[in-house]
């Protein structure tokens, strides 16, 4: 510890490389995973960017990455088109020589061996490695990558695939950062920790109301919110290198504690848990089958509850009832119930839970009917409306209705997390 | 036109401020948008980056920027809290005072009425602006932006709120980028066009086989493939300064339509069209109405169809059967064949789609029963085997068996793609 106060901590930056990443519509998701992991060693990241599959741009990201950040983590650009060309950046930039190694071909061509092929003309080019620099496995696809040291700087050179990056980076590149780490005395021991927390319900100012004073002046631990259909995101996150690990650790443990209490029921989830496994857990805790009726969500609570591995032990059916005649067949909603009140109603919402609970005869049925927008709206009954159900036999079904803003797809699914957020209150005792 | 020998075109890059982007889980998606908008009127973005709330990290971000782009559009950091402060770094960056000006605070002010809401302390910040640089309005929210020259690079500020940054975009700084190309002569007039096509059956070897010698050398298109569980995206790029906005459109359109008749019908839609519009216009045209039955996707087939605006025209119903029971008791499959086949079996699938559709009492019927894992493989019936059934009526249903591989996530994704891409196929007559 005692190096932290004469030598500044490492910082990293990543560089995310393709033309498809620069104006393609794909956004460089694998920056996210690495401040993860890199934070976990106590390694800030404080720039990203994102350059095309251009070689001169590569070089000019390097030297400016290399002026202000210890770690570089480049990803993209070694598969074997012409278009990536990160390996002759690289060489370029750090004016080393490119060579065709050969720990990198026998990997590669053990890879492809495994597929039933050999490697051809285009693949030989991801054997070329800048001289000096270590080759980074590649555990699940041909592509190895590279690290070298270059103006005290680690550049890491990883390919862009998503499962390829994150293995390598936990297989080859943690390691060999932590072992720099015992080595250089400048990477802190104190990981960067980052506590999230999940709301639903609440407005981000009326989070941020609550939330006030929570973090007393001079405590290093920033606190972020984040909006989305979805809810509002707390986060707590610890300045690596500032303290002993079991300093941050008691102080984190305080201050999300007291998260915890503020935010009361409007919690619904933490870390890296989601609405759908938690209703999940529950569910499957107290031995409870569920079938859910959507009208306006057209399919999306079935969808996200599905997602959940080992969901078929809780989720029995789903009925998507788009039509007026659907919901009186599929349910048994009266169709002179619809004509009556409308078919986005609190009484048909609450007919659709109890028919789809009866129907499929399980403990619990849950509904929603809305109007999703953009067309169908009226002065009553605006676009946004949407009534959520829930039946559990007792007869005595809940009903909630919502006004949502936003466009179609929003409304869509913030009826489903409100849907979803109804059924965890009722299985919490609090709805 | 002349002057485009002499000075090169201006490039742009995009800077994205805030912590939540940095290592939030939020992707920079506001960077995506300003790209495209920034083509149309021939400027290429070169550089991407992202920087955390800190004055000094955005300074070094923007002295970066001059250094190698003309045009700087900054977006994020222009929030009340303390956290915000873009326009302090700017300033700061720049060598520029910060002062309140009148025509931020009056628009922010009146934005505020309309709301019934007077600004408070902290939002009174955001009336400060550099001295030298022009106010850019919002007609969406309170944080106006600005604008100012600086080292011959044009830096913009907008707020990081994709619908605030977007109108800003459209309504103050496209003008004013178009006026500075008729003062400066450096703004090239030629669009960067961009061409998007959609396939879904062809891996991306597959897709680049069948493009091979597509673009002759020298003409300045750039071919871009991107693959996806929903397919693989080709793009064709012009480069915008090379040529007359004639000769790129004429040029993009050969191309455009050798890219057709090589993919045929393994490509489903262009431009930013998706699957479930394209099945939908064809339903539509032909006055059918459609009813799914989903087993592994959970409902996903459900909820894409209706993303699309006015599916109600050609969507009646989904089943999500997720039990055997349910398939039985939902869709008339019998619970022997099930037995003998097994839930995941070609006979199930056609059963499925059969029963949805005679239920239903409508036109077609489409299903789908998988392994979606990671449990409930088999060594006969492994995760990722999916089967998809479509029922006309006619007698014979239509079934599909695929292997996919993936998570669970990415199964359920390339399943609920394969049932609408036979759909697709059946409804062009080409299943």
Redesign the interface.
């Known amino acids: 510890m005692s190096n932290a106060s004469t030598t500044p901590p490492f910082t990293a930056e990543t560089i995310g490389i393709g033309?498809?990443?620069?104006?393609?519509?794909?956004?460089?998701?694998n920056?996210?995973f690495l401040?993860?992991e890199l934070?976990k060693l106590g390694i800030a990241?404080?720039?990203?960017?994102?350059?095309?599959d251009?070689r001169q741009?590569i070089v000019?990201?390097i030297h400016?990455a290399v002026k202000?950040s210890q770690v570089i983590v480049m990803t993209g650009g070694l598969g074997p088109?012409v278009?990536d060309c990160t390996r002759e950046a690289v060489a370029y930039a750090t004016g080393h020589r490119l060579g065709r190694r050969k720990e990198a071909l026998e990997g590669m061509t053990a890879r492809l061996a495994q597929w039933g092929r050999t490697p051809n003309t285009a693949q030989l080019r991801q054997a070329m490695i800048p001289s000096g620099a270590t080759v980074l496995k590649n555990p699940v696809g041909s592509a190895p990558g590279f690290c070298l040291t270059w103006k005290k700087a680690v550049i890491i050179s990883l390919p862009g695939v998503p499962r390829e990056m994150e293995e390598m980076m936990r297989q080859e590149v943690l390691p060999l950062l932590r072992a720099a780490s015992d080595s250089s005395g400048r990477l802190p021991r104190t990981p960067i920790v980052?506590q999230?927390f999940h709301t639903f319900g609440l407005a981000e100012a009326d989070v941020d109301a609550k939330l006030k004073g929570l973090i007393p002046k001079g405590v290093p631990v920033?606190l972020?919110l984040?909006a989305s259909p979805m809810g509002v995101?707390v986060?707590l996150?610890t300045k690596g290198s500032q303290s002993a690990p079991e300093q941050n650790r008691d102080l984190l443990q305080k201050l999300a504690n007291d998260v915890r209490s503020r935010l009361s029921d409007w919690l619904f989830a933490e870390g890296h848990d989601t609405m759908e496994a938690v209703v999940g857990r529950e569910l499957a805790k107290r031995g409870l089958m569920l079938a859910?009726a959507?009208s306006?969500?057209?399919?999306?609570?079935?969808?996200r509850?599905?997602?959940v591995?080992?969901?078929?032990a809780y989720?029995?059916?789903?009925?998507?009832?788009?039509?007026d005649?659907?919901k009186t067949?599929?349910l048994g909603v009266p169709a002179e119930l619809i004509a009556q009140q409308g078919a986005v109603s609190k009484e048909v919402a609450a007919a659709m839970a109890c028919g789809i609970r009866e129907?499929?005869n399980v403990s619990v049925g849950l509904s929603v009917t809305g109007i999703?927008?953009?067309?169908g709206g009226t002065e009553t009954k605006p676009v946004g409306l949407v009534y959520i159900g829930l039946d559990d036999g007792t007869g005595q079904p809940i009903t909630r209705e919502f006004r949502f803003h936003g466009d179609?797809?929003v409304i869509?699914q913030r009826s489903s997390q409100a849907a979803l957020d109804l059924l965890r209150r009722w299985l919490l005792d609090k709805a």
Request: charged content about 25%; aromatic content about 2%.
């Open positions: 033309t498809e990443l620069l104006i393609g519509g794909r956004s460089d998701s920056s996210l401040a993860d934070g990241v404080r720039f990203k960017s994102v350059v095309g251009e741009d000019t990201a400016t202000r088109t278009d980052r999230l920033d972020g984040l995101q986060s996150t859910v959507e306006c969500t057209g399919g999306l609570i079935g969808h509850l599905t997602e591995a080992g969901s078929s989720v029995d059916r789903g009925a998507v009832c788009y039509s005649r659907a067949e599929m129907r499929a999703a927008g953009p067309g179609r797809h869509k």
